[in-house]
């Protein structure tokens, strides 16, 4: 069994800035895809980022060029970088991995970090 636990979520101000990480309890070389997921109030959970394990990534429309999701073998850990933060990016993020070239509800998932952004 492989546990993801994420870490360095919080309250920012718009325009402010984070990074998400996500560490896993056994090497995440074996995921062949690793990503980010958030659900807001009242929303579904949507996904965010990810990342193969050929480095290849897609981001959702809403953050493409505030977001960039990157993956480090060695520490086993996969990240979030945001940027330009908007009071709708406020969620709670979840990483997940999953052994396919997609994240399916089968693969595994950490128990979520809140992000919240004030205006």
């Known amino acids: 069994q492989v546990q993801l636990v994420e870490s360095g979520g919080g309250l920012v101000q718009a325009g402010g800035s984070l990074r998400l990480s996500c560490a896993a309890s056994?090497?995440?070389?074996?995921?062949?895809?690793m990503g980010w997921y958030r659900q807001a109030p009242g929303k579904q959970r949507e996904l965010v980022a990810a990342i193969r394990s050929g480095s290849s990534t897609n981001y959702a429309d809403s953050v493409k060029g505030r977001f960039t999701i990157s993956r480090d073998d060695a520490k086993n850990t996969v990240y979030l970088q945001m940027s330009s933060l908007k009071p709708e990016d406020t969620a709670v993020y979840y990483c997940?991995?999953?052994?396919?070239?997609?994240?399916?509800?089968?693969?595994?998932w950490g128990q979520g970090t809140q992000v919240t952004v004030s205006s």
């Open positions: 997940a991995a999953d052994l396919f070239v997609s994240i399916t509800p089968n693969g595994y």
């Open positions: 056994r090497s995440i070389f074996m995921f062949n895809t």
